[in-house]
Structure formats: C-alpha cells, structure tokens
C-alpha cells in the first residue's frame, strides 16, 4: 500500500511538474515573439526617425555632430541604438561613440535591404552576435545612406534570461508548495483505504463486524458508508442463513425421528400388531409434513427467483374469498367462529387466481388456527387510486411487539403459536409476501395484544 501510494504521488508530481515545464517553454515562446515584434516596432519607428533627421541635415558641413546629437537622442527614447551607412556600407555616425565606427556592411547586405531590411543575424559579420536589426534606404539629393537601428544583443538575452529565471523560480515555489500538499491529500485518501481493505479482508472471512469509520462526506466517504452498509446486509443475510439451516434442520428432524423411531418399532416388534395401524398414521402424517415442508420451500425459491410467471387476468376477489373460506366450514363451526364481511361489494382485481388464493388460504389458515373460541373472523375489502386491498382480522391474543416484525420470516413461529400451530411449518406467511411481492403490492401486519391480529396486503 505505501509503495502504491507513493508511486502514486510520484507520478502525480512528475506529471504536474512536466505541465508546469510545456507550460513555462510556451509562456516564453510567445512573450519572446511579442518582444519581438514589439521590438520590430520600435525599431523601425526609430529607423523612420532618423531616416527623416539624416535627409534634412546630411548636407550641412556640420551634419555628422547633429546627425550624432539626434542620433543619441533618439537611442535613449526607444532603447535602440543608431547607425548611418553611406552608399560603400561604411559607417558614417553611431549613436555610441567609438561604436562600430570601423566597421562596414557588407555588399552582400547590401543587396539584401531594398528599402527596407529585418533580420535577426549578425549582418554578414557585422556584429559579433545575432542583434535584431531594422535597415532603411534613405535616398536624398548627393548620395544613398542606410538607417541602421538594432537592439543590443544583451537586450533580448536579457529579456529571455529574466523569463526563464521567473519559470524556474515558479516552479521551484510551485513544487515546494504543492509536493507537501499533494503527499497530504492522497496520505489522506491512504488511511481510509487501508481500513477498507483490511475491513473487506475480515468480510472474506465472514467477520462482519468491522465497520470503517470516515467522516468525509466525499466519494471517500461514500465508499466507506457503502462498504459498511454492504456489510451490514451480509451480516444480515449470514444471520438469516444460519437461521434458516437450524430452522430447516429442526423441521426435518422431528418427523424423521419420529418416522424412524415408530418404523423401527414396527420392525423389530417392540410396537405390538394391534397398535401398528395407529402408528403408521402418525407415520403417515409426519411424513406428510414432511412433503408439506419441502414443496413449500421449493414455491418459496420460486416465487422470489422470478421462476413463476403470472397468468393474470381480471377475476372477482369477493367471490374468490368466500370459496376460500368454504373451505375452512367445518372448523370455524367447530370454534363458533363469527365470519364478517364477505357481504361486501364485488370487488375486482388484475392478477394470477391461483397465486391470489393461495394468498386468501394462507391468512384464512392463519386466521382461524388463532383466533380464540367464540371470537370473530372479519374481511374488509376497499378499493383506493386503482389498488384493491383486503385486510383478514381475528380476534385473540395478538402478537406481541416484538413479533410485528418477524412473523415474515421463514420458519418463525410465536410463543403461542407453537402450542397451537403442530402441523404447520413456518412457511404460510413468508409465501403470502413473496406471492404478494411477486405482483409488485404490499402487505402489512397490526396487532392489539390481547385484541386482534390483522394482516392486509394490496395488489
């Protein structure tokens, strides 16, 4: 981690500094090209300058002080020094004394300046380093003279010096400045992440009680929430497997000792003859159950797989309710139970019949397994914003606060209901959600201890 992350900041600086280095070789290009130019300018306004002076005076006896007076002049209002050339190329005045005074053009240059001349050279040899130089023909009565106005070469290399002593002291403030910057942002980065990969090092194995503690409210810190909410649901998801393999283990382990304890006892005779028929019903039952058990459970990984398709079609859930109800006849006369509502309006809904009643038998099955002895059963259907929903109430006990929110699970069973329910295995209502879920609806459950039970699912 710590060689990753350096490499990281070292990359980062090579790259900012390698930015910063095109950035300053441009920065100095250009501002040398607008030297230039702006230099080209004042070249030439000088050359125009003293080309006007050398026409008026060159004739006068006393013109080479004058010519050198303006000459001087002028090189100190434009920087740029002076010289007038006769028709041979022989340097007649300078604006610095002793100057290039025994120097000539060449006849190559010469020939090269027209009426006008730039260049960035030496002139053939004439000076003794590239000067940017401006030369204009200036033709007056007796004879041709050039205007020679040039830039010192210490001028631009002064100019290009001090540009590239500025970059670099940029650049060396910029990265004493930045590097330590840098190496505390991403060292901040470092820290979160390191708790993060050890966190999910623990998850792998299956210890998800690490939880990475961030208080940035950036991507950071999103990833590390994200981290600790992922392991909260596996934590949540490990929990329910543990439970559902003891649950399964639990269900299938009573009927089948009880299966192979009364089969045994059928075999090596320690169940006599005249009670073996009462047994092999009990045999018979459990291993009902037992069938009860797993084609439950195969409906239940159906249902939430997406496995089942819906073959829905528009069918009254009225009618449906009261065949479901039908069918529970003879223990609701056995209890004295009070059924209420099925006189209600015809209401219709949009889904698959036999998952639909599979939803009505579970909750009537519920409903009247605990509902107390003379006590109610009560259906209240109603229709809101194209929904249809139907609540199933008994009247009992109720279920306890802590119970409002496990009675979904698979395999959970109440206190009470272990007392009561002996053949069911815990399945019924996780079915009913997931049938429920299945048509994309919603279904709740409200209890009064000691008064009633209502679930109500929408569809």
């Not at 060396?172 to 966190?199: D, E, G, Q, W």
């Not at 934590?235 to 497997?241: A, C, F, L």
């Not at 409906?299 to 079609?313: A, Q, R």
């Not at 929110?405 to 395999?411: A, I, P, S």
Request: charged share 25%; with cysteine; aromatic share 10%.
């Amino acid at each position: 981690m710590r060689k990753g992350i350096s490499s990281l900041i070292s990359v980062c600086f090579v790259m900012m500094i390698s930015s910063l280095v095109i950035l300053s070789a441009c920065l100095v290009t250009f501002s040398s090209r607008f030297f230039r130019r702006q230099a080209e300018r004042e070249l030439s306004a000088a050359a125009e300058n003293a080309a006007s002076i050398t026409k008026r005076y060159c004739n006068a006896d006393h013109s080479r002080e004058i010519l050198h007076s303006h000459f001087t002049t002028g090189a100190e209002w434009t920087d740029a020094e002076l010289i007038l050339f006769d028709d041979t190329g022989k340097a007649v005045v300078t604006s610095e004394k002793g100057v290039f005074e025994q120097r000539s053009l060449s006849q190559y240059t010469i020939g090269l300046i027209g009426n006008r001349l730039v260049s960035f050279n030496t002139l053939d040899g004439f000076f003794d380093k590239a000067c940017l130089s401006v030369i204009i023909r200036v033709d007056t009565d007796s004879r041709i003279y050039y205007v020679l106005s040039y830039l010192p070469p210490y001028g631009f290399d002064t100019f290009i010096r001090n540009m590239l002593m500025v970059c670099f002291a940029a650049l060396i403030l910029i990265s004493i400045i930045t590097y330590p910057l840098l190496r505390f942002r991403i060292n901040r980065y470092s820290v979160p992440i390191k708790k993060m990969t050890l966190a999910a090092k623990k998850y792998g194995e299956g210890d998800f009680s690490e939880k990475v503690e961030v208080e940035d409210h950036d991507e950071m810190g999103l990833l590390a929430r994200t981290l600790n909410e992922m392991a909260t649901s596996l934590d949540e998801i490990e929990e329910s497997r543990k439970s559902f393999v003891s649950n399964v283990s639990h269900e299938l382990k009573t009927p089948m000792t009880t299966i192979g304890g009364f089969v045994d006892g059928i075999l090596d005779g320690t169940i006599p003859e005249n009670e073996r028929r009462r047994y092999l019903r009990i045999v018979s039952e459990e291993t009902g159950r037992l069938a009860r058990l797993v084609r439950s459970m195969l409906n239940i990984s159906k249902y939430e797989s997406g496995e089942i398709e819906l073959s829905k079609k528009s069918f009254n859930l009225t009618e449906l309710t009261i065949k479901t109800v039908l069918l529970f006849e003879h223990r609701i006369e056995d209890k004295h139970i009070e059924v209420r509502g099925l006189d209600a309006d015809v209401f219709y809904v949009n889904a698959d019949p036999d998952l639909i009643q599979q939803v009505n038998y579970n909750l009537t099955e519920n409903a009247v397994k605990f509902v107390d002895e003379g006590g109610y059963i009560e259906y209240v259907f109603y229709s809101n914003e194209g929904k249809t929903s139907l609540a199933v109430r008994n009247s009992g006990s109720g279920l306890k606060k802590n119970e409002m929110n496990k009675v979904f699970d698979r395999f959970y069973k109440t206190d009470e209901s272990r007392g009561k329910d002996t053949t069911g295995v815990g399945l019924g209502l996780s079915i009913v959600r997931s049938i429920i879920r299945l048509h994309s609806g919603d279904i709740q459950v409200s209890s009064v201890e000691g008064e009633y039970t209502e679930f109500e699912f929408t569809i």
